[in-house]
Every structure is written in C-alpha cells, then in structure tokens.
C-alpha cells in the first residue's frame, strides 16, 4: 500500500504562484507515474499534470496549465511537485496527487489509470 500526502494549498491571488507538494509512504514506492488531477464544486476530476517516475521523467500537461504549470519529482525524496504560477481564479479546485502502479501505453491521463490518491488539498485563486 502506498500513502500519499499532499501540501502547498492556500488562497493566492490572480497572477500568483503557489507549489504543491506530494510526499508519499508506505511500501517500496515502486510507482510508474505521478499526477496531479484538480476537481471544482460541481465539476468532475480532471487531469492537470503528470510525470513518469522513472528514466527521462517525461511530462504531459493539460492545455489549460500548459506554460503555467510545472510537474517535477524528487525520486530520492519520493515526492513530487506542482509548481503552479499565472495562477487564474479558474484554477480554484481541490487538487489531488495520484500515483499508477504501471504504464502500459503512455502516461495515464484519467482517474481509472491511478491506483492511489491523497486527500487533496484546497487551491483557492482570487480574483
């Protein structure tokens, strides 16, 4: 079993930045893929980044963070990050860290393609 713990949230203006952080624990964190997915009042779960944890640690971004966002891992921390700026009041979710066992064809860009998630953390952009 793996845990995973997210932190970094907060309320930050438009135009700000904030990093988002993803520690995870447990047993031998063997993970294939990290991302971060975001979910607003009354709105499914979407995908926002993600990085293969292991070799180039290729990334993938969705459109709408592309350019504003940043994934990145820390292997021998076993965390990754979120750095997000140009931060814009459609950003306001509560954005979870999600690890997949394995890849098969590419990074997993839906929900089902994770096996663990954290608790979430609460992103709040001002206007």
């Known amino acids: 079993q793996v845990q995973l713990v997210e932190s970094g949230g907060g309320l930050v203006q438009a135009g700000g930045s904030l990093r988002l952080s993803c520690a995870a624990s447990?047993?031998?964190?063997?993970?294939?893929?990290m991302g971060w997915f975001r979910q607003a009042p009354g709105k499914e779960r979407e995908f926002v980044a993600a990085?293969?944890?292991?070799?180039?640690?290729?990334?993938y971004y969705a459109d709408s963070v592309k350019g504003r966002f940043t994934i990145s891992r820390d292997n021998a921390k076993n965390t990754v990050y979120l750095q997000m700026n140009s931060l814009k009041p459609e950003d306001t979710a509560v954005y979870y860290c999600?690890?997949?066992?394995?890849?098969?064809?590419?990074?997993?860009?839906?929900?089902?393609?994770?096996?663990?998630w954290g608790q979430g953390t609460q992103v709040t952009v001002s206007s």
């Open positions: 990085i293969l944890w292991r070799g180039t640690g290729s990334t």
């Open positions: 447990g047993r031998t964190f063997s993970s294939s893929a």
């Open positions: 999600a690890a997949a066992k394995t890849v098969v064809a590419g990074i997993p860009l839906t929900p089902v393609g994770y096996d663990y």
